[in-house]
């Protein structure tokens, strides 16, 4: 999963990765996982402006779960979706 492969991502090496999602709702939920504590952002005072994501240890205490979802989706409803990623991890 995106967040867990590497330490530190950058706004567009998610919104890469999260297809058809607007800058909009990406920014947005973004900002509603670091206020949850799951996420911190990092802002870099250079030109153009860099933003960076880190997971914390209460998001990675979630990946488990997201992954059990994961997988729960793809066995009970992938017949009834295109996948764009055929696995979970």
């Not at 297809?19 to 802002?43: C, F, W």
């Not at 933003?51 to 066995?75: A, F, H, N, Q």
């Amino acid at each position: 999963n995106l967040l867990s492969e590497k330490i530190v991502q950058r706004f567009g090496e998610i919104r890469a990765y999260i297809v058809n999602v607007s800058q909009k709702t990406l920014t947005n939920q973004l900002r509603e996982m670091e206020a949850d504590g799951l996420l911190t952002r990092m802002v870099f005072a250079e030109v153009p402006p860099r933003v960076e994501y880190t997971i914390t240890e209460k998001g990675r205490s979630l990946i488990p779960i997201l992954l059990l979802m994961c997988d729960w989706g793809y066995e009970n409803m992938g017949d009834r979706y295109t996948l764009l990623r055929p696995e979970c991890d």
